[in-house]
């Protein structure tokens, strides 16, 4: 079984500043991971996705998320944040293995970004 | 551009009425979803869908039903519906070529409202 634990529901920062959400998770086998963003009024998209190889995994709109095994983390950054990085970003993990696997999604993190 | 569309953005129902979502993709996914996300608990999975006329219980599958006859149309049904089922769904899809690395699609929901 899967679970994500996502650390503050809330996060601010400046323009400008560094943006680190964090993502622990709990698999029972190796894990795929995902962060997804959501804008206001929208659905979800995919920032970026670790499944096998580099861990280090660069996504979409400058972010980037390390996979760290012995952590159980997959923590999502951006070296500079902009307005438009406002929304809420979700965690998300499904498991390596054969057959269906659901994705288990975490409870978001909402980004707060001042001028 | 991929497209996965949900028929109602806004819907405002009362008490014991029976209520139809419907989803449509365009990419020619095998698996279907519908979550429903609510503050605080991010998004829990209610039903998904292998393939055309296939389907299986997520989390919180009760009070809820789900139908899908054409591969592209995934409808989920609220067969009386109550305050508690005020929420914003969302439907979601994947190819089977992506199986458990595959992105999820989504839709930009359906928020109701159970007066």
């Known amino acids: 079984a899967q679970s994500v634990t996502q650390l503050g529901s809330h996060v601010s920062v400046s323009e400008g500043a560094l943006v680190l959400l964090r993502c622990n998770y709990s698999s029972s086998v190796p894990p795929y991971l995902f962060w997804y963003v959501q804008y206001p009024n929208q659905g979800l998209q995919l920032l970026l996705k670790y499944t096998t190889g580099a861990t280090l995994v660069k996504g979409i709109n400058g972010f980037e998320a390390e996979f760290k095994k012995s952590e159980t983390s997959f923590h999502l950054t951006k070296p500079s944040a902009h307005m438009s990085d406002a929304a809420e970003y979700f965690c998300a993990v499904s498991g390596m293995n054969t057959g269906f696997q659901k994705l288990v999604f975490g409870t978001g993190t909402r980004l707060l970004v001042s001028p | 551009d991929v497209k996965v569309t949900q028929s109602s953005r806004y819907l405002v129902k009362r008490t014991g009425e029976k209520v139809f979502l419907e989803c449509v993709q365009d990419m020619d996914h095998e698996n279907m979803f519908w979550y429903r996300q609510d503050p605080g608990l991010g998004l829990r999975l209610i039903y998904f869908?292998?393939?055309?006329?296939?389907?299986e219980k997520g989390d919180i599958p009760e009070g809820y039903s789900v139908s899908r006859e054409k591969k592209e149309r995934f409808s989920l049904i609220l067969e009386s519906a109550s305050t508690n089922q005020t929420s914003m769904y969302l439907c979601a899809s994947r190819g089977f070529g992506g199986l458990n690395t595959g992105e999820l699609f989504f839709g930009e929901g359906s928020r109701l409202t159970v007066l």
């Open positions: 869908s292998y393939d055309v006329k296939m389907k």
